[in-house]
T-cell receptor, first 113, second 115 residues
């Protein structure tokens, strides 16, 4: 979607290295989310943010941290990548946080070898 | 806490046939309900949503869904599918009363439309 971009689109990294994924929005939405998508699991929430410097954990937050120093950027960091973190990562934004649905980025395919 | 169950992981149909993708949810509070579609190698797009009012909701691309509170279901239907409808479909739910509440997704249903 034009208002939300994720970078990089693809990344291969080695086990034990730190990795940072970036989500950038131009919509000035308050809420931002990181999900991971795995076959048979749908999308699972990792972390979310409800404002600058305001973040909280989702259902699969172990091994991940986030930061939001500006409204437009939400960073997801894998502190020490493991093979179980091989996945497709989606960022989403929402203006109201409820009822209006989310706008999703195109995803980052991360492979940990 | 809410949960979503999509009853079919794969649904194969022939072109121009009708289709129904089934979704059941569980929640202790009132909810908003959503259907998203994901085409290959893309992000998710919102198909339709139920917030309140009429239980029959119409979305893009000729899809519609019906909210059934007594059966806690939100099934997605299309009377005649096209090859281009081949995609993965996700049902999602969020709490109605909480600002900033998060979407909980089902596991997804792969719809494959065959010629």
């Amino acid at each position: 979607d034009a208002g939300i971009t994720q970078s990089p689109r693809h990344k291969v990294t080695e086990t034990g290295t730190p990795v940072t994924l970036r989500c950038h929005q131009t919509e000035n939405h308050r809420y931002m989310y990181w999900y991971r998508q795995d076959p048979g699991h749908g999308l699972r929430l990792i972390h979310y943010s409800y404002g600058v410097k305001d973040t909280d954990k989702g259902e699969v937050s172990d091994g991940y941290s986030v930061s939001r120093s500006k409204t437009e950027d939400f960073l997801l960091t894998l502190e020490s990548a493991t093979s179980s973190q091989t996945s497709v990562y989606f960022c989403a934004i929402s203006e109201l946080g409820r009822g209006d649905g989310y706008t999703f980025g195109s995803g980052t395919r991360l492979t940990v070898v | 806490a809410q949960s979503v169950t999509q009853l079919d992981s794969q649904v194969p149909v022939f072109e121009e046939a009708p289709v129904e993708l089934r979704c059941n949810y569980s929640s202790s509070v009132s909810v908003y309900l959503f259907w998203y579609v994901q085409y290959p190698n893309q992000g998710l797009q919102l198909l339709l949503k139920y917030l309140s009012g009429s239980t029959l909701v119409k979305g893009i691309n000729g899809f519609e869904a019906e909210f059934n509170k007594s059966q806690t279901s939100f099934h997605l239907r299309k009377p005649s599918v096209h090859i281009s409808d081949t995609a993965e479909y996700f049902c999602a739910v969020s709490d109605k009363g909480t600002s900033g509440s998060r979407l909980t997704f089902g596991e997804g249903t792969q719809l494959t439309v065959n010629p």
